[in-house]
């Protein structure tokens, strides 16, 4: 199965790129090496009103992103809250993404959701996004689905090194695990031969 993870913050160092991390490592810990993880440090995707984004002329970041998701069958979005909202680099992505020229992105795919936060936040940005990814699957005729359990990192920062490598804190690496397990078995079950 390929999977993709997009940590979709653009701050050097955050903490969704942390938490990406880890989840990649626990991936491949289960056996799913084939995974690609994506920064939106690298993303260059125009605000909408100022420009749009031409699926025959991408730019190699774009291309990388879009390859990326268009090729896998599960995608994790590893989300920052910030101020209790989802970051506006998410948002943008998916409205210049979902389009009929991108609805590929968006259909016979699984997505699961993970919130990331330095204090005690995470879930808020995830609804939000599963409002959003649920819209557009609908709207672009795609056949998909959100997993419904809901990584909440908190206190990331303390949990994860900037490697992505747990400091050994049980219940978080716990949830973690069992966050990727599930997505892993609603993949498997939607992905049946």
Known sequence: ?????????????????????YLQHLLGES???????????????PLVG???????????????LYTAWRDAQLVFFVIPEYNWITGGELINALHQLGSEDFADLFDNKVFALAGVSNGR??????LEINIL??????????????????????ET???????GVSKGNELYEKA???FVKYALT????????
């Open 176 to 178: 973690a695990l069992d």
């Open 157 to 163: 920062q303390h949990n994860l090194t900037p490697e």
């Open 186 to 193: 609603i993949a498997g079950r939607w992905h049946r031969p």
């Open 31 to 45: 056996g799913h090496k084939n995974t690609t993880l994506y920064d939106f440090r690298e993303l260059d995707i």
């Open 121 to 126: 936040g995470g879930r808020r940005p995830c």
């Open 50 to 64: 100022r420009g749009e984004l031409d699926k025959n002329q991408l730019t190699p970041a774009q291309e990388k």
């Open 133 to 154: 990814l649920g819209k557009l699957i609908s709207i672009l005729g795609g056949h998909g689905v959100i997993s419904p359990k809901i990584f909440e990192s908190h």
């Open 1 to 21: 199965m390929n999977i993709a993870i997009l940590a979709t913050s653009p701050r050097d160092g955050s903490n969704s790129l942390k938490t990406a991390r």
